[in-house]
């Protein structure tokens, strides 16, 4: 079955380190995204990519980076210059352009972040 | 910039009873999605709304999309405990393309009460 898989589930970083996220997904979906999900918060942007090798900041970019190497998978790292890291994050697919508007993203089941 | 508003942010409601979710947004748009989540998990794509006067229903729920007065609405009817969940709109900034850059909700947490 076609899915997205994020890993580790659970990741507990020590101050000062940089932790990477991973998500992977065999939909063939053009388009990638990173989430964080704060207690009783919705989802905010952090980085997307519409095709390899390119990537777009979202709304809370900062102390995060991605790379885009190939279709398949878009790893999010939470540097150190990310002070408050603890959130459960999502990693999202989707079809890209107006010809799948009418497709949702799909979401990954998440890795909780804390910190030691 | 785009704000979504989704009202109630909290909801405990009785099994068998009737209400709905409003997700008011800021600027034009004619794409929105609707989101469930059940606690510590992922979130599961409900409903896709593309154009004025959409309506879509699965089971006890039923999305509408008003783009003129920018409303989205969630109808649970006869709610059961099955449906405890967040539910999250996201609505597409941009109008157009594909589910892309969406901005959400805060979510609306559902807990139906026996």
């Known amino acids: 079955d076609g899915g997205i898989t994020q890993s580790p589930k659970y990741l507990f970083r020590k101050e000062g380190q940089n932790v990477t996220l991973s998500c992977e997904q065999n939909?063939?979906?053009?388009?990638m995204y990173w989430y964080r999900q704060d207690p009783g918060q919705g989802l905010r942007l952090i980085y997307y990519?519409?095709?390899?090798?390119?990537?777009q900041k979202g709304d809370i970019a900062e102390g995060y980076s991605v790379s885009r190497e190939k279709k398949e998978s878009f790893p999010l790292t939470v540097t150190s210059a990310q002070k408050n890291p603890t959130a459960f994050y999502l990693c999202a697919s989707s079809l890209s352009g107006q010809t799948h508007s009418n497709q949702p993203q799909h979401f990954g089941d998440g890795t909780r972040l804390s910190i030691l | 910039e785009l704000k979504v508003e989704q009202n109630p942010l909290f909801l405990s409601m009785q099994e068998g009873k009737n209400y709905t979710i409003y997700c008011n947004y800021s600027?034009?748009?004619?794409?929105l999605y609707w989101y469930r989540q059940d606690p510590g998990k992922s979130l599961e794509s409900l409903f896709v709304?593309?154009?004025?006067?959409a309506v879509k229903q699965e089971g006890r729920l039923m999305a509408s999309l008003d783009t003129k007065a920018r409303l989205s609405t969630l109808h649970i009817t006869a709610a059961v405990h099955d449906l405890s969940a967040t539910y999250f709109c996201?609505?597409?900034?941009?109008?157009?393309?594909?589910?892309?850059?969406?901005?959400f909700g805060k979510g609306t947490k559902l807990t139906v009460n026996p």
């Open positions: 996201a609505v597409d900034p941009r109008g157009r393309g594909g589910s892309e850059k969406l901005v």
């Open positions: 709304l593309l154009s004025n006067g």
């Open positions: 939909l063939n979906h053009d388009a």
């Open positions: 990519s519409h095709i390899v090798n390119d990537f």
């Open positions: 600027t034009t748009s004619d794409r």
